[in-house]
């Protein structure tokens, strides 16, 4: 298991952006994506040692992510997104203080 990105909320993508390069943060790429019936846009940077940030205009919330080899089982009432791309199965669990916490496997 390792973290694989951090997810922040953000108002003003672009102003975010500029803080983040100021931090050391490398813009890497974007995109707009529909979750839970919410569309969001997301810019996502790298640090100089590889951990990638993801940041989130939209209705979202606040989160970080593991890959995982396997997905573990989880309690049925802790799931409130599952969604299956053509390389990830991923999975958004809330822990018991509501923390998002979105599980990869990767295909």
């Known amino acids: 298991m390792e973290i694989r990105h951090?997810?922040?909320n953000v108002k003003h993508l672009t102003r975010s952006m500029r803080f983040y390069e100021k931090l050391g943060f490398i813009p890497d790429s974007?995109?707009?994506?529909i979750w839970a019936g919410n569309e969001i846009?997301?810019?996502?940077?790298?640090?100089?040692g590889g951990a990638l940030l993801?940041?989130?205009k939209g209705v979202w919330q606040p989160h970080f992510a593991i890959t995982v080899d396997e997905?573990?089982?989880i309690e049925t009432q802790r799931?409130?997104?599952?969604?299956?791309?053509d390389t990830h199965h991923i999975v958004l669990i809330k822990d018991f203080d509501g923390n998002?916490?979105?599980l990869v496997r990767e295909k």
């Not at 974007?30 to 994506?33: A, C």
């Not at 799931?79 to 791309?85: P, S």
Request: proline share 3%; net charge negative.
């Open 6 to 8: 951090v997810g922040l």
């Open 30 to 33: 974007g995109s707009l994506e």
């Open 41 to 48: 846009n997301i810019i996502k940077m790298r640090a100089d």
């Open 54 to 56: 993801e940041l989130v």
């Open 71 to 73: 997905m573990p089982w």
């Open 79 to 85: 799931v409130f997104i599952e969604r299956t791309t």
């Open 100 to 102: 998002i916490i979105e």
